[in-house]
């Protein structure tokens, strides 16, 4: 396998960059942080994502091995979401970056208000 280059514009990692970059990656994988969750659960929680947005995101993070999924197989359906080790440590990182946003909120958006 060859060593990751996300600045090289044919390097694949490129792409989980892309997926990661998602504002709904972003709030998502905090949010999982915090336990299973089920669809509706998730819903809810991300206020403003569409059902079709939260499952391609779901199936993207699933796809890179960042959550798991498991059907209970019963009737109605029941299926949960969580994390796997990688994506707690996914989540953890950008749990640092939340911080960050929430740290730093005022004086970003003083900046913001001066430059329009």
């Given at each position: 396998?060859?060593?990751?280059?996300?600045?090289?514009?044919?390097?694949?990692?490129?792409?989980?960059?892309?997926?990661?970059?998602?504002?709904?990656?972003l709030?998502?994988?905090?949010?999982?942080?915090?336990?299973?969750?089920?669809?509706?659960?998730?819903?809810?929680?991300?206020?403003?994502?569409?059902?079709?947005m939260?499952?391609?995101?779901?199936?993207?993070?699933?796809?890179?091995?960042?959550?798991?999924?498991?059907?209970?197989?019963?009737?109605?359906?029941?299926?949960?979401?969580?994390?796997?080790?990688?994506?707690?440590?996914?989540?953890?990182?950008?749990?640092?970056?939340?911080?960050?946003?929430?740290?730093?909120?005022?004086?970003?958006?003083?900046?913001?208000?001066?430059?329009?």
């Amino acid at each position: 396998m060859q060593r990751a280059d996300p600045w090289s514009a044919t390097c694949p990692s490129r792409g989980i960059i892309e997926i990661l970059a998602s504002k709904w990656v972003l709030l998502l994988l905090p949010t999982l942080r915090r336990g299973p969750k089920r669809n509706g659960d998730l819903i809810r929680a991300l206020d403003g994502v569409s059902q079709k947005m939260l499952t391609q995101t779901l199936r993207d993070l699933e796809r890179y091995g960042i959550i798991k999924r498991h059907d209970f197989a019963e009737v109605p359906p029941r299926v949960e979401y969580s994390l796997t080790r990688i994506g707690a440590s996914l989540a953890e990182v950008i749990d640092s970056l939340d911080d960050w946003v929430i740290k730093h909120y005022g004086p970003l958006m003083d900046a913001a208000a001066r430059h329009t």
